[in-house]
């Protein structure tokens, strides 16, 4: 789960220092983004269930519902002991998708790998 969360966490950070830029240097707003960075955060999700899949080669979904988990509170520990705040409504329901998202990445994990290794 360790390397799934460390893929995840080198996209998003990777996709933010790149949009930074984008915001940075042109006439764009944050608003124009919201939902590229949406789709890149499920994105990144999925990449991270599934390379936590692929590393335990069984039990994906435990993997990758623990994947999810690892990420949604380290953003919660970083939003409630950095900025003083709790998740609101809309954040549970973007986390129970992220958390959904990583279980689909660490399922299609462990089936990918071990279909590989079978031919």
Same mark, same amino acid.
């Given at each position: ?7 995840? @966490? ?21 608003? &124009? ?10 994105? %990144? ?6 390379? &936590?899949?692929?590393? &335990? ?12 988990? @690892?990420?949604? @509170? ?13 998740? &609101? ?12 998202? %990583? ?17």
């Amino acid at each position: 789960m360790v390397y799934g969360l460390i893929t995840i @966490l080198v996209i998003i950070l990777s996709v933010s220092f790149i949009i930074s830029l984008l915001l940075r240097f042109t006439s764009l707003t944050e608003s &124009s983004f919201s939902w590229i960075i949406m789709i890149l955060t499920f994105v %990144a999700l999925l990449v991270g269930g599934f390379v &936590s899949g692929g590393k &335990s080669k069984q039990k994906g979904w435990m993997v990758g519902l623990g994947t999810g988990l @690892l990420y949604s @509170l380290l953003v919660f520990l970083v939003q409630f002991l950095g900025y003083n705040n709790t998740f &609101s409504t809309e954040q549970y329901l973007f986390h129970g998708g992220y958390i959904l998202t %990583a279980i689909i990445g660490g399922v299609l994990g462990v089936n990918v790998v071990r279909n590989s290794r079978m031919v």
